[in-house]
């Protein structure tokens, strides 16, 4: 049985809603997308600050 630190597991997030709401983007289905995203590349440890994840928030943004 493989075991990680429950931090490794669920690190603290880099982006809150309300900073999400706070850099225009509105709640709703692609909402629900770009935590699901941001969450996913931190985990992966493409993202490992704030900056970068709000920079990859416009980048995506840019992309739709």
Do not use: M, N
Request: with cysteine.
């Amino acid at each position: 049985k493989l075991y990680l630190p429950s931090l490794e597991l669920y690190p603290e997030t880099l982006l809150a809603c309300d900073e999400l709401i706070g850099h225009g983007v509105r709640p709703g289905p692609r909402f629900k997308e770009l935590l699901t995203r941001l969450r996913d590349a931190q985990l992966l440890g493409d993202l490992t600050s704030r900056e970068q994840a709000l920079a990859r928030v416009d980048q995506w943004l840019a992309e739709s």
